[in-house]
């Protein structure tokens, strides 16, 4: 339960589901919160103990099912991603990676060898993966990509780079999109196949706790059945894109509980011209409005989520809720900072190191113009990409 909670949004919970919260809130609260400013600052993180710790919570993966997975629904997968970004979107990328993209992308799309192979390690977070789109040209069009997967006998060749790829840098298996002469297809590349190279990438000012990555993949051999079976052409990655996006829609919504939880408590304890700054109208006014903006975020992620147990989510749903949650999480860390006055650039609170970590989660995964583009098309029946 939280203070913001205005609506009881909560009692529409079920127990299963906030259960699986509070064992997630309490990881985060032993495991990352003591430390996660620290990592920040030094732009590292133990992300393959973190990894192995959330795998033995069942965190990895936890809405697949089979080969070691929880089975989870999507509304307990998403309770959990708000969990995790509340102590750091960094974080939480480190778990939908893994969960709603690599492991995702091989349980759907890859064959019982590949999955076999892979999930049950990727699962107990003994092997990392990654999932390389992203192009250094080729962002949000990934249509355009120039990676090229070409036959030679039966094997495949693989050339090409990929760029800003979180988790690259310790990655196991990249899952990798690259051009066929028959279309989009995926591979699954173990990180070790000689011509794979993995250089990370520092001195980002925003998910400095996350690990991100350039590959370079120069003549890459592989075995035939390297390849994902059933992906086949764009949609492929997009459908694990759409899965991903939903952990956003409810994972920004814990970074901005977090800057309003630590707000709150800022603005009834600091005092200005004697009294509490929350006794000041303007500051009600501040978190009124940052309360109201967070229920409605929360009352549409409960309902996306909703619709993806029901099987029924579709794609631009879930645009609407990565647009509006993110954009508005975002709103609300820099209007907490201003609360904290000169204490909100300070790393000593959590609220300046969530605002900037949210200017990446406003880009990847579709930038707000892309997802805005996805909205005006299913409203227009006009693709602006075309
Ligand atoms: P378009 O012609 O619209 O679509 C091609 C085919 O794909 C289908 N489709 C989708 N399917 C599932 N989920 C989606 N979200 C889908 N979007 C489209 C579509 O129905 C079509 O199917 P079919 O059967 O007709 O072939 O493709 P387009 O080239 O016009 O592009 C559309 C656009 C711009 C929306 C798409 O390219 C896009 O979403 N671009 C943004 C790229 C992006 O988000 N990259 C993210 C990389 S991964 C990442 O950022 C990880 S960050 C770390 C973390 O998550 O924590
Ligand atoms: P561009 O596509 O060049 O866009 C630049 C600007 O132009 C944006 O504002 C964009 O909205 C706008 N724009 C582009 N096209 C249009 C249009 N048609 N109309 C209007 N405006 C437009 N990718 C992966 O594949 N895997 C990962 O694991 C991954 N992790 C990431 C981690 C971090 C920390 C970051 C920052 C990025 C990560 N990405 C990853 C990459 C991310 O998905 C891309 O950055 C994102 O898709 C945008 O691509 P781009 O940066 O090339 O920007």
Redesign the pocket.
């Known amino acids: 339960m939280t203070p913001l909670d205005l609506l009881d949004i909560d009692a529409s919970l079920s127990d299963e589901e906030r259960q699986i919260r509070t064992v997630v809130r309490r990881l985060v609260t032993d495991r990352v919160r003591p430390h996660v400013a620290g990592w920040y600052e030094d732009g590292q993180v133990p992300a393959r103990e973190l990894a192995r710790e959330f795998g033995k919570l069942g965190l990895l993966g936890m809405h697949l099912t089979g080969y070691g997975c929880a089975g989870a629904s999507a509304v307990a997968y998403g309770l959990a991603c708000l969990e995790l970004e509340a102590g750091d979107s960094?974080v939480r990328?480190l778990v939908s990676?893994q969960g709603s993209?690599a492991m995702y992308a091989i349980w759907r799309y890859g064959s019982e060898e590949q999955k076999q192979r892979w999930l049950p390690a990727m699962a107990a977070g003994e092997a990392i993966g990654?999932?390389?789109?992203?192009?250094?040209?080729?962002?949000?069009?990934?249509a355009s990509m120039a990676t090229r997967a070409r036959r030679d006998g039966d094997d495949w060749i693989l050339n090409g780079s990929?760029?800003?790829?979180?988790?690259?840098p310790i990655a196991d298996v990249g899952v990798i999109?690259a051009r066929t002469d028959d279309g989009v297809r995926g591979f699954a590349v173990p990180m070790d196949t000689p011509g794979v190279t993995a250089r990370e990438i520092r001195h980002?000012m925003?998910?400095r706790a996350?690990l991100?990555g350039e590959i370079a993949l120069d003549d890459v051999r592989l075995p035939a059945d390297a390849r994902l079976p059933e992906a086949i052409g764009l949609k492929a990655p997009l459908g694990c894109l759409t899965e991903a996006r939903h952990g956003i829609v409810w994972g920004a919504l814990g970074a901005a509980r977090d800057c309003l939880e630590t707000a709150l408590e800022y603005a009834t304890t600091r005092t200005q011209f004697g009294r509490p700054l929350a006794g000041f109208q303007l500051t009600q006014a501040k978190l009124a409005d940052m309360a109201v903006e967070w229920n409605k975020g929360m009352l549409l992620a409960l309902h996306l989520g909703r619709l993806a147990d029901a099987g029924t989510l579709r794609p631009d749903q879930v645009s609407v809720g990565k647009l509006n949650n993110v954009r508005e999480a975002l709103a609300i860390a820099r209007q907490c900072r201003t609360i904290l006055g000169a204490n909100g650039v300070s790393g000593e609170y959590p609220v300046m190191r969530h605002a900037n970590n949210l200017e990446?989660v406003l880009?990847?995964?579709?930038?707000?113009?892309?997802h805005?583009?996805v909205i005006g098309q299913r409203l227009t029946g006009l693709s602006?990409?075309a």
């Open positions: 960094g990328s990676v993209l990654c999932f390389g789109l992203t192009e250094p040209d080729h962002g949000s069009d990934p990929k760029l800003w790829i979180t988790n690259a999109w980002k925003s998910l996350s991100t990446s880009t990847y995964e579709g930038t707000s113009e892309i805005q583009l602006a990409f």
